[in-house]
């Protein structure tokens, strides 16, 4: 039994004592009151009436009791019960009984009921460690011994499973050990409900536990330091209350806790008794404060203080200076701030100062006067207020009267009232203060609390002498918690009672405390003692006389309220308590309620200059002033005066705190535990009786016993019940199985119990108090009766069986008689004799007597037989031991030969190897040489770098400020631009009122048009129809020139595109320089590469160097091989020797039988071989134990030169792995250093490069701004003259309205004028829309010129069909022609028609071929896109081709390794065979030497049983007479054979040996091959893994930008179909426009068929015969050009491949020609319009031709007499027609050929086509990881985005004030609008320069693309480098760093660098 079990479970062995039982039985024993125990056993002798007499057990005495006074014992069954509710006489000595023998047995803990008695034992009990802690973890109640563990536990997992708040309420007298239980509470929910439980302290007793709960254990000390103080009963006495509320989370974790705190004895800081100390922390602060704190705080000695009354009272066995640093602890781990500390002993120490202020009279007056004010000083530089107005405020303060504030002079006892009641009031809120910041250091993990526990400390009921205020507030408390307790535990009666069914009226004992409530609290009718009390305080000149004669007034007839048996002196009023009477003593009853406080003084300290005081007094308005307390008395009880606010007395606070608790309480689940103080010496094992029983009845014990006793206390289960006291009716229950119930009915039935003493629930048995103690009395009774009629059954039992062996011993005896009377008789009877005397002479008996002794005998030989069997077993073992022995001294011997020969073979490795390791050492010295003086080298030059860094670092920071000046002249510009933006808004309003005017004035105009038109159709149609064609003609001219002009301007841009080239192809020089000096440098990184080569090839030599020792241990394994067959020989040879030995050893067998008897020398000679034998085996012991020793010390010195030469070797390992990782170190700094000057020089030239452009740029848009203001004052102009233009339109139609004639001219003019506007205007928006498609369409076009080029050679199949149809067309007139031809000579007017349309269609077809022309000249702009494309294309397959031969370096690279580690595979396995046979060797070996070893066993068993026999025979004698000579010989003989024998065997041994230390030599060589070999391979299998990671790494990495490359392929063919939709859409206005030219064509046959009627105008037809020839010749001279530009197309191709040729370096011009491209594209969408205005023209053109042929049909009347004449040209014509069809036949085959060309060539180009789609698919790749680059850009820009709508955000702010401000000038608005006029102008010519800005801006940034592309082309390279340089192994680091790039206009800067990539070590 452990020290923990004998504190919690005791020793019960008493309690089932059968004396005991059967003492308490027989003497009735009972208890009876005793003044000095308290109770006294004793036992009734006598009863006479009301009276008994009783005989004391301990001294024997008899004395007369009232039978009343008597009180039944229990039986010692229940003797230390642990639930004192069991107990089936429910009475105080009971109780009080079982508590001492518990305590005297060390259980302090005992349940009662609901409550968990606890008695103080005043020593340490190991009963709360951590392993009693895990004990009571989880465990019910009832299943482990009482503790206040079990009942925390049940707290918690009731609070776990029920959802319900807890609260443990821990109530007793001072010192019976309330906050030593709390704490132990709060140790076990810290413990069990800890969020940060550490198992690795769990075998110690200190509990861990996280932050929180040790804030929570913390918490304690601090409020002990400031609530505790040593009283008479207790050295630790809390002289608060308090409730602790510690919240949980649903998981069960501790949250956070709470404190509230009731009725600090603040009294206890200014007074104490004798024997006392105030509180702690004085104490504490005194002693344990530094001289520093002590200087601070103003600190003495304790003599010089007055509040301290009794000086410096200690605590035994406890150190006040340790306490404190405790305490300094505590605050730390709480986190309360050194600050807050100091501010709270400046209240402590102000406290103590306040007491050392003395005040005098005056001789003349009453008035208080302060002689010495060092006190007063002291206190206000604590407090941090002024002296004077302290002073001031406590002699005279200022007191309200009325409305004025007078100065009321203060007698001396006011004055000290006045300074005790401020430092009562400081320590109080100061106190108050420290408990709010605990909770608020508890409460800050801010977590929801789902439930808590409370803890309740709080003082017990106190009946003094004198009670006063505080102790009527501490009583009602306990009545409260009384009455909780009393309705709770019966309603869990109640519960238990309907649980088990059980018919029960319901009586709430909590009603019957109720009364005595009332009395204290009740508000009104009549009002309660606290009620009354408030009221005296509101009435002026109330004294405490006056309240208790009202308290007798109004409660004097109230059953709990009685006047005092004492005097009037000692009390005043007395209250009935449910623990007993009170006197209460109603001193100072109004002052203690009210608590009046100096006012002016409260007021300086709310004022006061330090924060803390600041901070404790700013609640004033809760403040009693001293004003309120008027005409007061000497003793300071005078009357009170009203007060028109509202103030807060004691009593009503601790009324409504207390409400609070008791409704919380109410809420939660109660738990009670009741400490009880067993002496007041403080001494251990001792417990005074009627001080227990005090506090039983004042903790509500004894008032929960007397509840137990209405109901029924006693229960027991029916099982135990019927096994108990089934004895009593024995014949009440059946045989045969019964329920338990029905059995408990049966019995109780039997028993004739009063119904009203018991009730039978669901499970148990019910009784009332005493029935079982009744009930175990009639058990005992039936057991005695039982046990005395089983011992009379024994003792008859015992006296029968006594009585039968008499009867017995007698019939004996009387045969014996018979038989010896018998013998007298026959004794002298001569025959009788005669019988005796034959009898023995019979064989018979013989027979007999030589049967036994045979049987003798034989046993005799048995038993001899079985020794010897034993002698022979045990001579077998001894021989077996002896073998055993042997051949473990033989295996010894041959390990210690090679051990021997093995060390000596490592001695000399071992040599060799430190002579090796000695030059790898100086080496290795060399080489650190080397590597210092590098180091050295490399520190300086680092240092240079820095230097260079610092510089750089310095203009970067220069050139930063410089940018962030730009960018606010960029904020002011855009302000600026902003406001310009809101003239435009003004005068695109302005230009939306000009608009409208304008379209009236088109409106007017165009009725005056009409007008005109009607008049004059009829005489200026011809004229209309002749300027028509002038102006046409005029137009297509300046389309040619405008072409030419265009043409030019290609030229131009090609010559640019060329000097661009080659200043790119200087770019590209100057990047292969660079390339040039990186491959130097990978040249260097190569020699050393080749130099780490060098050292693997040692390293494979070395390997060699293995390979060979292997070999040679090979021949020797062979050359072993050859010595076992030649053992084996000599094993043969030593068999025959046997055999002729064994031969040998028959014949001298035989001659020794002959010779068997032998003389006194053989023996002799024989004893002295025995003595020369043991000598000689004595040496060779001697000899032995001298070779173990060397061997011993061989071993020794081995072994220690062995780990010299490892701690050698691991030196050198050491020194080389440091060496080698600080050269790696200082490698790896010196290439990061070398990285970082380069990336520093090119981003200080990048930097300043830019600069250089930011500040051109600057200066571009100052120049640009200053042009804009210029425009927009020209457009002001303009505008001016436009307006005066209007007015002068306006006066010219007023003028034509009377003038008809002079104002058409006006109006054409007009309208020209209007129509170039118009046209101006369109251009503008078109240019506008134009620009916005451009710049949405820029990304699209890009992904998307492979599919332009399908389209453009769509377009050019079209074209080519066209030309075809019109070929046809021409052939068809021609044959249009001969048809004409027969009808020429009616028809000249038809002729001059034909020659009209012929030169319309000429017109046409030059259109035609104008438009042919420009799809060539975009087909060759698409051609040198493609051929771009193409360059690029071949600049990506020589990435991409670098790339594969990089990737197949790699798989050589890779391939080699897996050579390697193939050969060393193949090598390992080898090896491994090699081992393999080598262990089969050594196996076959080992089983040889077996079988040798078995050999010689057998040999030396035979040795052995011929040297017996000899010994035998020598010792045999014989009578066959031959010499001694001879058989001395033949011995010798013998001898000499067996030395042979020996030597032979020696030898063998000795070469077993040999194979066996060559075996093991061999074994450790390939142990140590097979180590290296697997660390080699280990290392390869390392690198290997190493680099297949880094493999895998780029495939994935290759992976996702496949898979980006597809995503923006997806894009890329979602835009070709827009594109092809666009296409789609052109092709149906083409065919349109074919549409258009087929009714054209219509109206051509038309015209032939009146050109057929027409037949007569022969003349005209002659004409147009000639103009026909010569149109065929000018056909067949535009087919010789379309030949001529065939050949020339052919010549541009052959220039374009060269072109191709010449730009495969060119990388970055992708984005420029995409640029170029972009403007093309709108070119030809200008083209498209213009070609569209001509269809329009077209269009008319063909009404016109419709009029013509009007007039054409007058002429035609003319043209019949002509046809006459030109039948006879017909003729002629047709001859020439054949002519015409000859060539065309010619042209056709041309064309033919020219098809056949144009396929060939289509084949070709589909075949480039196909190379070119790849290259653009690798483009496309390409291009979709610059979209990334630009994606990562557009994130970047969507920063910059943001920040400048944070700009935008405040610039809108700045517009809406400037808008406020633009409301006071709406009077200038009509002077400003001529000025937005000339804005508008301005404005325009603002948004031009603004366009051109843009293109400008776009070049830059595409510029900044090239950069930025050139840059990543550089990293890639520089990446590329880094992989090799991996692959060699070396540490390279790289560190890569975007270029900054700048933005102007729209967007800003953003620097954007990236880390170093670390090199892969």
């Not at 030969?897 to 071992?910: F, G, K, V």
């Not at 390409?1822 to 985005?1841: F, G, H, M, P, T």
Request: with cysteine; proline share 1%.
């Amino acid at each position: 039994m452990t020290d923990a079990d004998k504190f919690l479970y005791g020793d019960r062995s008493g309690t089932s004592n059968p004396l005991a039982q059967a003492d308490w039985a027989t003497k009735k024993l009972v208890w009876i009151p005793s003044e000095k125990m308290g109770f006294e056993a004793g036992s009734i002798k006598e009863e006479h009436g009301e009276e008994c007499v009783v005989e004391l057990t301990d001294s024997g005495k008899k004395v007369k009791v009232n039978k009343d006074d008597i009180q039944k014992m229990n039986p010692p069954k229940f003797n230390k019960v642990e639930d004192m509710a069991e107990l089936t006489c429910l009475n105080e000595a009971s109780v009080l009984h079982n508590l001492k023998e518990r305590y005297y047995s060390g259980l302090i803990y005992t349940y009662s009921g609901l409550f968990c008695v606890v008695v103080n034992p005043y020593k340490y009990l190991p009963i709360y460690t951590e392993d009693i802690v895990n004990m009571y973890r989880g465990k019910k109640r009832h299943e482990m011994p009482p503790h206040i563990y079990a009942i925390t536990d049940t707290a918690y997992r009731s609070m776990m499973q029920d959802r319900e708040d807890q609260s443990i309420l821990c109530t007793g007298e001072s010192g019976a050990g309330k906050t030593e239980n709390t704490k132990k509470v709060i140790q076990y929910l810290a413990h069990v409900a800890s969020s940060f439980k550490s198992k690795k302290d769990q075998g110690t007793a200190v509990l861990s536990h996280g932050e929180l709960e040790k804030q929570l254990l913390q918490a304690n000390p601090i409020l002990e330091a400031f609530g505790n103080a040593k009283t008479v009963k207790n050295d630790n006495s809390s002289r608060f209350g308090k409730f602790i509320r510690i919240n949980f989370d649903v998981n069960g974790y501790i949250v956070g806790a709470n404190i509230e705190t009731y009725l600090l004895e603040k009294s206890r800081a200014i007074r104490q008794a004798k024997e006392e100390r105030s509180f702690h922390v004085f104490y504490y602060m005194l002693t344990g404060a530094g001289d520093k704190l002590r200087s601070e705080l103003c600190l003495e000695d304790y003599s010089k203080y007055r509040f301290l009354s009794n000086g410096n009272v200690t605590i035994p066995g406890q150190q006040d200076k340790d306490m404190f640093t405790e305490t300094m602890d505590a605050f730390q781990i709480m986190s309360i701030p050194e600050e807050e500390r100091i501010g709270l002993l400046k209240v402590v120490s102000a406290v103590l100062q306040l007491g050392n202020m003395t005040f005098k009279k005056e001789r003349h007056s009453d008035q208080a006067s302060m002689s010495d004010d060092t006190a007063a000083q002291k206190v206000c530089h604590l407090l941090g207020i002024n002296v004077t107005d302290f002073t001031r405020a406590i002699l005279s303060p200022r007191i309200k009267v009325g409305r004025d504030y007078v100065q009321k002079a203060q007698t001396q006892e006011q004055a000290e009232f006045a300074v005790e009641a401020l430092a009562k009031a400081s320590y109080e809120r100061m106190f108050r203060w420290l408990v709010l910041r605990i909770n608020k250091a508890l409460d800050k993990t801010k977590r929801q609390g789902a439930s808590f526990i409370g803890i309740l400390d709080i003082a017990g009921f106190e009946i003094f002498e004198l009670n006063s205020f505080e102790q009527m507030c501490i009583n009602y408390t306990n009545e409260k918690l009384q009455q909780l307790f009393n309705h709770t535990m019966f309603i869990l009666e109640q519960e238990e009672y309907q649980r088990e069914g059980i018919e029960w009226s319901f009586i709430d004992f909590g009603l019957d405390l109720q009364p005595c409530i009332d009395l204290i609290e009740k508000p009104a009718g009549p009002p309660g003692i606290l009620a009354l009390l408030d009221e005296e305080c509101w009435f002026p000149k109330a004294t405490d006389k006056s309240f208790v004669e009202k308290v007798v007034q109004e409660q004097g007839t109230h059953p709990k309220f009685q006047k005092p048996k004492k005097l009037k002196d000692d009390a005043d009023f007395c209250i009935m308590h449910y623990a007993g009477k009170v006197d209460y003593k109603a001193d100072e009853w109004l002052m203690k309620n009210m608590d009046p406080l100096n006012e002016c003084v409260a007021t300086l300290l709310n004022q006061s200059t330090d924060k803390f005081t600041a901070d404790l007094w700013r609640d004033m308005d809760r403040i009693v002033g001293l004003d309120k307390v008027a005409g007061m008395s000497d003793s300071m009880h005078g009357a009170f005066k009203t007060r028109k606010g509202m103030f807060r007395t004691v009593g009503q606070l601790y009324k409504e705190q207390l409400g609070n608790l008791m409704a919380t309480l109410r809420n939660t689940n109660p738990n009670f535990v009741r400490c009880i103080i067993p002496n007041h010496e403080k001494k251990a094992g001792k417990l005074e009786s009627h001080l227990v029983l005090d506090q039983l009845k004042c903790n509500g014990v004894l008032e929960g016993i007397r509840i137990c006793r209405q109901g029924f206390p006693n229960r027991i289960v029916f099982q135990e019940f019927r096994q108990r006291y089934e004895i009593l009716t024995p014949n009440s229950i059946p045989k045969g199985f019964m329920d338990g119930k029905q059995a408990c009915v049966l019995m109780i039935k039997a028993l004739e119990l009063d119904a009203n003493l018991y009730r039978i629930g669901q499970s148990k048995v019910f009784f009332r108090a005493g029935v079982l103690a009744h009930l175990e009395e009639e058990r005992d009774i039936k057991i005695t009766d039982v046990i005395i009629s089983f011992q009379a059954w024994c003792r008859g039992y015992v006296a029968r069986k006594a009585f039968a062996k008499r009867q017995q011993q007698l019939t004996a005896m009387k045969v014996i008689q018979r038989n010896c009377a018998a013998y007298l008789k026959l004794r002298n009877w001569q025959w009788w004799r005669l019988f005796t005397k034959v009898k023995p002479l019979l064989q018979v008996t013989r027979q007999e007597e030589e049967m036994v002794a045979k049987e003798e005998e034989l046993i005799k030989v048995k038993e001899r037989q079985l020794q010897a069997e034993e002698q022979i077993k045990e001579f077998e073992t001894k021989q077996q031991q002896l073998n055993a022995e042997k051949l473990a001294l033989q295996e010894q011997l041959q390990a210690e030969t090679e051990l021997c020969a093995e060390a000596e073979e490592m001695r000399s490795r071992l040599a060799t190897r430190k002579q090796e390791l000695e030059d790898i050492l100086h080496d290795l010295e060399s080489r650190l040489e080397e590597e210092e003086e590098r180091v050295t080298q490399m520190h300086t030059e680092r240092k240079k770098m820095q230097q260079n860094i610092t510089d750089l670092e310095q203009q970067l920071d220069e050139e930063e400020a410089a940018r962030q000046k730009l960018q606010i002249e960029k904020v002011t510009m855009d302000a600026k631009m902003k406001k310009i933006e809101e003239d435009v808004m003004v005068l695109d309003d302005q230009n939306s009122k000009l608009n409208k005017e304008k379209k009236q004035l088109e409106e007017r105009i165009s009725e005056f048009t009409t007008n005109l038109a009607e008049e004059e159709e009829k005489s200026k149609s011809l004229q209309k129809l002749k300027n028509k064609h002038e102006a046409m003609i005029t137009d297509l001219e300046d389309r040619l020139r405008k072409e030419e002009k265009v043409r030019q301007e290609l030229e131009k841009n090609r010559r640019k595109l060329e000097g661009d080239s080659t200043e790119l192809h200087d770019q590209i020089a100057d990047l292969q320089a660079q390339i040039a000096e990186l491959r130097a440098q990978l040249a260097k990184k190569e020699e050393e590469l080749l130099a780490a080569l060098a050292r693997i090839e040692e390293e494979a030599a070395a390997k060699n160097m293995a390979q060979k020792k292997i070999r040679e241990l090979e021949a020797q394994i062979s050359d072993l091989q050859e010595d076992l067959d030649l053992e084996r020989q000599a094993r043969a040879k030593a068999e025959k020797h046997r055999r002729d030995l064994g031969e040998e050893l028959e014949a001298l067998k035989t001659e020794l039988e002959d010779t068997l008897d032998s003389t006194a020398a053989q023996q002799e000679l024989r004893t002295k071989r025995e003595t020369e034998v043991t000598q000689l085996k004595k040496t060779l012991e001697e000899e032995a134990k001298i070779h173990e020793q060397q061997m011993a010390d061989m071993r020794q010195k081995h072994n220690q030169a062995f780990e010299e030469l490892n701690e050698q070797l691991e030196q050198a390992k050491r020194n080389k792995v440091s060496v080698d990782k600080a050269k790696q170190a200082l490698e790896s700094e010196w290439n990061e250093l070398q990285i970082e000057l380069k990336t520093l020089t090119q981003g200080k030239t990048e930097s300043e490069h830019r600069r250089k452009k930011a500040e051109t740029q600057v200066q571009e848009l100052q120049v640009k701004h200053g042009e804009s203001e210029r425009q927009r004052q020209e457009l002001a102009d303009k505008i001016a003259k436009m307006q005066s233009e209007l007015d002068n339109v306006n006066g010219l139609l007023s003028e034509a309205e009377g003038k008809n004639i002079k104002s058409s001219k006006d109006l054409s003019s007009t309208e020209s004028q209007l129509q170039d506007v118009q046209e101006l205007l369109q251009e503008e928006t078109r240019q506008k829309l134009s620009i916005s498609t451009r710049l949405r369409q820029l990304e699209d076009e890009q992904n998307n010129l492979r599919e332009m080029l399908e389209e453009e050679e769509e377009s050019k199949r079209n074209v080519e069909k066209q030309v075809t149809t019109l070929q046809a067309q021409l052939v068809e007139m021609k044959k249009k022609l001969e048809q004409e031809a027969s009808n020429v000579e009616g028809a000249e007017e038809g002729r001059k028609r034909i020659q009209r349309e012929l030169d319309s269609m000429q017109q046409q077809l030059e259109e035609k071929s104008a438009a042919y022309d420009k799809l060539d000249k975009t087909k060759t702009r698409l051609q040198q896109e493609l051929d771009d494309l193409l360059v690029d294309q071949d600049h990506l397959r020589q990435i991409v081709s670098n790339l594969e031969k990089k990737q197949k370096k790699f798989d050589q690279m890779l391939a080699e390794e897996k050579t390697i580690s193939t050969q060393y595979a193949e090598e390992r396995d080898k090896a491994e065979a090699e081992a393999r046979e080598k262990e089969t060797r050594a196996l076959t070996l080992a089983r040889e030497l077996e079988t040798m070893t078995d050999l010689k066993d057998d040999l030396d068993r035979a040795n052995k049983l011929l040297k017996a026999e000899m010994e035998d025979l020598v010792s045999s004698k014989d009578d066959v007479g031959k010499s001694v000579h001879e058989l001395e010989r033949s011995k010798r003989a013998t001898e000499q054979q067996l030395e042979e024998m020996r030597v032979q065997l020696e030898e063998l041994e000795d070469e077993l040996q040999a194979t066996e230390d060559a075996k093991l030599r061999l074994e450790v060589n390939m142990q140590a091959m097979k180590a290296q070999f697997d660390r080699d391979l280990q290392a390869r299998d390392e690198q290997g893994e190493e680099r297949r990671k880094q493999l895998v790494k780029q495939v994935r990495e290759m992976e996702v930008e496949l898979e980006d490359e597809r995503r923006q392929r997806s894009q890329a063919l979602s835009s070709k179909k827009k594109l092809e939709m666009d296409l789609g859409e052109l092709e149906l206005q083409v065919d349109a426009a074919n549409k258009g030219r087929d009714e054209a064509l219509k109206q051509l046959k038309k015209l032939q068929a009146l050109m057929k009627e027409h037949m007569r105008e022969l003349e005209e037809l002659r004409l147009s015969r000639d103009e026909a020839v010569n149109g065929a010749k000018e056909t067949e001279k535009k087919l010789k050009a379309m030949e001529a530009d065939a050949l020339h197309f052919q010549e541009d191709l052959a220039t374009a491949e060269r072109l191709k040729r010449q730009i495969q370096t060119e990388r970055d011009e992708l984005q420029d020609e995409i640029t170029n491209n972009n403007s093309k594209t709108s070119l030809l969408a200008d083209e498209k319009r213009r070609l569209e205005a001509r269809i329009t023209q077209l269009e008319e053109e063909l009404e016109e031709e419709q009029l013509n042929t009007e007039m054409v049909n007058d002429r035609l009347k003319r043209t019949t007499l002509q046809s006459e004449q030109l039948t006879t040209e017909l003729a002629a014509e047709r001859s020439n027609s054949q002519r015409l069809e000859g060539t065309r036949s010619q042209l056709d085959r041309q064309n033919k050929e020219l098809k056949l060309k144009l396929q060939e060539l289509e084949g070709t180009i589909k075949s480039k086509y196909k190379s070119s789609i790849t290259t653009l698919e690798a483009k496309i790749i390409q291009l979709e990881e610059q979209l990334d680059i630009e994606s990562k850009e557009r994130q970047q820009a969507s920063r910059l985005a943001r920040r400048t709508e944070k700009k935008l955000k405040e610039m809108m702010l700045q517009v809406d004030d400037e808008r406020r401000n633009t409301e006071q000038y709406k009077d200038q608005a009509d002077k400003m609008n001529s000025r937005m006029r000339q804005l508008k102008r301005q404005l325009e010519e603002s948004e031009e320069e603004l366009t051109r800005a843009n293109a400008y801006r776009r070049k830059l940034q595409r510029d900044l693309d090239d950069a930025t592309e050139s840059a990543d082309a550089m990293n890639r390279e520089v990446s590329t480098l880094k992989s090799k340089i991996r692959r060699g192994d070396l540490p390279f680091n790289m560190r890569r760093v975007t270029n900054r790039s700048t933005l102007d206009s729209d967007e800003d800067v953003d620097v954007q660098t990236e880390g170093p990539e670390p090199g892969a070590e």
